[in-house]
């Protein structure tokens, strides 16, 4: 099923480098992206959590404790990216131009491609246009 990613330390929760690594450690949530992905659950578009933790089995239980009080409901932990991915949205990560190489737009640019990536990809959503990490 297609899906969005959306990263863990940094990205859903507050990164804390004094912390880092820290298996039973996760920090505060970042309230705009608990609500960003709340909008997109609330549409019917599947979201997992993408975080290098998942390497560690021993991180999952906290992980998985950590979302549900968060988020208010499960969701599938991974560190995989599959053909079924159609975003990840992450603190690291930068966009380049796709077949082009080239890193490209940031800001209201990056919003737009996003929402009509969405909306390609996700033919059953209402049509959102997204404004920060929130839709309207």
Avoid: C
């Avoid at 970042?30 to 599947?46: A, H, K, Y």
């Avoid at 992980?63 to 949205?89: F, H, M, P, S």
């Amino acid at each position: 099923m297609k899906h969005i990613l959306i990263d863990l330390d940094g990205t859903l929760a507050y990164y804390d480098p004094d912390k880092d690594y820290d298996p039973t450690y996760i920090g505060a949530p970042i309230p705009s992206t608990v609500q960003f992905i709340n909008d997109l659950l609330g549409i019917g578009i599947e979201v997992k959590i993408f975080t290098a933790r998942a390497e560690d089995s021993e991180s999952i239980p906290f992980i998985n404790e950590w979302v549900k009080q968060n988020i208010g409901r499960q969701l599938e932990i991974t560190n995989v990216k599959t053909k079924d991915t159609v975003a990840i949205i992450d603190d690291r990560a930068y966009n380049l131009v796709r077949n082009q190489g080239s890193v490209y737009y940031f800001g209201e640019e990056m919003l737009k491609q996003f929402s009509k990536d969405l909306e390609e990809e996700f033919d059953s959503i209402p049509k959102i246009k997204l404004i920060g990490m929130k839709h309207e």
